[in-house]
Antibody, heavy 123, light 107 residues
Framework: QVQLVQSGAEVKKPGASVKVSCKAS????????MHWVRQAPGQGLEWMGW????????NYAQKFQGRVTMTGDTSISTAYMDLSRLTSDDTAVYYC????????????????WGQGTLVTVSS | DIQMTQSPSAMSAFVGDRVTITCRAS??????LAWFQQKPGKVPKRLIY???SLQSGVPSRFSGSGSGTEFTLTISSLQPEDFATYYC?????????FGQGTRLEIK
């Protein structure tokens, strides 16, 4: 069965960087775009970007341009999201998710989500 | 960015009630809309894609409709497991944007 297993919770100081991993299994990793979505405590969902594990192509939300880097390691079917220059506003649960073989979040396909990784930014 | 506005932001209802949640887009998005359900402490789950297509495995009491700027999610007969927060999402253009959520509670 399809599984996305994320790395554990992180506590970081303001100005630091965090790298969250998302290990995929049960499907062809290179066949599906991987999205990253975050959710601040008690708040709604926010799309951050996607990566094509096959080509390495990425598309980031303008809000995160220059601070986020999404990568993939096809040899271990793992996607990564690296966020730099952290502030307290980055405290959130970060999710990886795949919703189908296209970049679209609203087209046909089954959605699979990682369990989420809590990143806390605090001095 | 396209703004997605849900109404109401919160509501309470009885088991068995028919419930409708509305999502309005700040500009036309054709049918590039999805609905997600999220229960407390759980990951989101997509219920509807392309405005009105039911995700496989989702009960038929859920339905979606709309095109352009106005969309609705309807639950025909609320079940205890449906109490959750619901989000709409547009992906007509980048960046994809979510509504602020509608929290559905038991009355």
């Amino acid at each position: 069965q399809v599984q996305l297993v994320q790395s554990g919770a992180e506590v970081k100081k303001p100005g630091a960087s965090v790298k969250v991993s998302c290990k995929a299994s049960g499907y062809t990793f290179t066949g599906y775009y991987m999205h990253w979505v975050r959710q601040a405590p008690g708040q709604g969902l926010e799309w951050m970007g996607w990566i094509s594990p096959n080509s390495g192509d990425t598309n980031y939300a303008q809000k995160f341009q220059g601070r986020v880097t999404m990568t993939g390691d096809t040899s271990i079917s793992t996607a990564y999201m690296d966020l730099s220059r952290l502030t307290s506003d980055d405290t959130a649960v970060y999710y990886c998710a795949t919703l189908g073989p296209t970049t679209s979040l609203t087209a046909a396909g089954t959605d699979y989500w990682g369990q989420g990784t809590l990143v806390t930014v605090s001095s | 960015d396209i703004q997605m506005t849900q109404s109401p932001s919160a509501m309470s209802a009885f088991v068995g009630d028919r419930v409708t949640i509305t999502c309005r887009a700040s500009q036309g998005i054709s049918n590039y809309l999805a609905w997600f359900q999220q229960k407390p402490g759980k990951v989101p789950k997509r219920l509807i894609y392309a405005s009105s297509s039911l995700q496989s495995g989702v009960p038929s009491r859920f339905s979606g409709s709309g095109s352009g700027t106005e969309f609705t999610l309807t639950i025909s007969s609320l079940q205890p497991e449906d109490f959750a927060t619901y989000y709409c999402l547009q992906h007509n253009s980048y960046p994809p944007t979510f509504g602020q959520g509608t929290r559905l509670e038991i009355k």
